[in-house]
């Protein structure tokens, strides 16, 4: 098995298995109880605070909150964000890139009485600037871009896009699903009011997901309760997720320059090798994007075929259009964004590296593709 | 240590990880994707919603919406039922001894223009039937009534409850995240609506819950995102969590009648030994209440100083007041709605029993709390 599809589902590091597997069973505390149990839950629990915050250059650890999943991040990022400061605006942007996990809540906003613009973005995936700097304006309450897309590796120019925001706007929004752990994230370098992040995507347990919510930037809870997490998310802490995350965090931090050459140079032998296939193409910026991310598209093809026998003749995993997305039959909308037609949109085979993936899958990827290609063309209608 | 806080954290069940462990590292897949991983975890979550509903006697285990956490099913269940059938009425109705994480999600539709309503409950936490009948209305769209009381332990006659609902108003929600597993449920023979159950609670890992929906009854999604579960809760499932859950329910089905008489039998020997302190009182129904629940009061001492003596010098875990709030100062608002004193609230003290619990257990106990509260009244000002 050649897995490639670690965007949509990474596998749990096993040493943070062995670091977190202790919160399962012997230290299984409620943080929110007083004797020495949930003491100690609590002390693991602001571990892991610290940690999260070192990856992403926090200042101060209270500047994040833990939640369950990275759609609630996003969800309280967004919907938080905005009905606590509706009353100085009720103009919200989005790249037309964004993951259905940011989309979504704006478009619920949306139908709640504020007006949603969207960026354009280039051929390349890149968020053009100067619309986002025609479309701001003083009302503008929230701008949410990805820092990178989880489809198109493509890297956002994000210190650029703070500028902007932060001349004319308020709050910028940044979902860092599929950028976190695999490239330097700088919430201060970066000028990033809000960032989402997930415990999978480091290679965490799923379960636990992080924003950072810069100190001064006004949200409200989307979920009441208890109260836990300074009010902004209630339930009790999944101590397990949350110190799995603390320690994929830790692991990132310290070994990501390794990591991020080493995959880079499997992306890079990868793309040389596939784009031999006739009528191939990369998607996204060549070089702006993702060391481990590589997307590309087929022509007369469509990507679920390649997928469906991919797994089937090779054990190969890779993606077509999003994850989340991939049980529809519409093409992706960050592919339309790009300026892809329909029928480009669904040829197209995305494929993302993780700690398992080896230089040895060069040759065995590239070549189950071109075989996969060939067997498909030579059946295709087209 | 012996550990009787298992309604704040529930160590999760050897066998359950066991079974559950392999969706972290080797099965991981997402379910949403089309490869034989994908299918496979898809194939995984089904099988634990269908464990989930036969615990709860749910016929179509379509009923079943996994979701992140208890207070996460609560929200979706009141604000989402709350807000999907506003145009058919605005009045909520709940006991007066709810969880906060119900209790806010209603308080939160207050703010929304939505008329709530609280019934009061008997000295020993029976919600008062004749007020219920007096309060509904055909405008009343939802009321919500915990299944058992966490903190008093008292088991609501829910069946009778349902009745008086479905006369004259619309839809019952059943917060069962205390009651799940620990008594027969059975949301056909007892006319719920929408019912609440955590993993924890049940001995399987944090970071997963369910909320039964009856077929019919129309909600909408609280959290937008990708989609999943029928559109109604958004982010990849957390598979180790559901699947661990799932496990975690048929195991509490098989061994619910035994461990019933189990726990029933070691909570009578503590309640037996404990109330031979000179003013201690129990706490809630004396019958009708869960089989490993005891809660009891006593004068002239605080619950708080009580729950340090134990863990420090006996290495006993019990709570005060609910998990969820006992970091406030605010005596609870379930004692106070049977009627105590705030003084009479403070003094409280609540123990709930686990698998790990065994007889020898009781005098042990029994011998620190004679200890602690006759040590902590020597030095009491009152």
Redesign the interface.
């Known amino acids: 098995m050649v897995?490639l599809?670690h965007a949509?589902?990474?596998?749990?590091?096993?040493r943070v298995?062995a670091f977190a597997g202790r919160f399962?069973?012997?230290e299984?505390?409620?943080p929110?109880?007083?004797?020495?149990?949930g003491l100690s839950?609590r002390q693991a629990l602001e571990e892991a605070r610290a940690r999260v915050a070192a990856l992403v250059g926090a200042e101060k650890p209270a500047s994040i909150v833990f939640t369950?999943?990275?759609?609630?991040s996003?969800?309280l990022a967004i919907r938080g964000t905005a009905l606590r400061n509706r009353k100085d605006g009720k103009k919200l942007l989005v790249s037309a890139i964004e993951h259905?996990?940011v989309l979504?809540?704006m478009?619920?906003l949306q139908k709640q009485g504020f007006d949603l613009g969207v960026i354009p973005v280039d051929p390349a995936g890149i968020v053009d600037l100067g619309a986002l700097e025609e479309q701001i304006s003083p009302e503008t309450v929230l701008v949410s871009v990805n820092y990178a897309n989880d489809e198109i590796g493509t890297i956002e120019p994000i210190a650029k896009i703070a500028r902007i925001v932060h001349e004319k706007g308020r709050y910028l929004h940044v979902n860092a699903t599929a950028a976190a752990g695999r490239v330097p994230i700088d919430v201060e370098r970066d000028g990033i009011d809000l960032l989402t992040l997930s415990s999978?995507d480091l290679g965490g347990?799923?379960?636990?997901a992080a924003l950072y919510i810069r100190p001064g930037v006004k949200v409200q809870a989307?979920?009441?309760?208890?109260?836990?997490e300074r009010g902004l998310r209630?339930?009790?802490?999944?101590?397990?997720?949350i110190a799995g995350m603390g320690e994929a965090a830790r692991l990132s931090a310290d070994e990501m320059e390794a990591e991020m050459a080493r995959e880079r140079s499997i992306r890079d032998g990868l793309v040389r090798e596939i784009l031999t296939i006739d009528d191939s193409y990369l998607i996204g910026h060549p070089e702006q994007r993702l060391p481990g991310h590589a997307s590309f598209r087929f022509s007369r093809i469509e990507g679920?075929s390649i997928?469906?026998n991919?797994?089937?003749f090779f054990g190969i995993?890779?993606?077509t259009g999003s994850?989340?997305?991939?049980?529809t039959l519409e093409p992706s909308h960050v592919l339309l964004a790009i300026g892809l037609e329909h029928a480009e949109a669904h040829g197209s085979v995305v494929m993302t590296l993780g700690r398992s993936n080896v230089p040895e899958d060069v040759p065995y990827v590239a070549d189950a593709m071109k075989r996969t290609v060939e067997r498909l063309r030579a059946i295709s209608p087209l």
């Open positions: 897995y599809d949509s589902a990474t596998p749990v590091d096993p298995l399962l069973s012997e299984f505390g409620n929110s109880t007083l004797y020495t149990l839950a369950g999943s990275a759609t609630e996003n969800n259905i996990s979504n809540p478009k619920d999978n347990p799923r379960g636990a989307v979920m009441p309760g208890g109260g836990q209630s339930g009790t802490e999944n101590l397990f997720a679920e997928l469906l991919l797994d089937t995993q890779v993606a994850a989340c997305s991939s049980r």
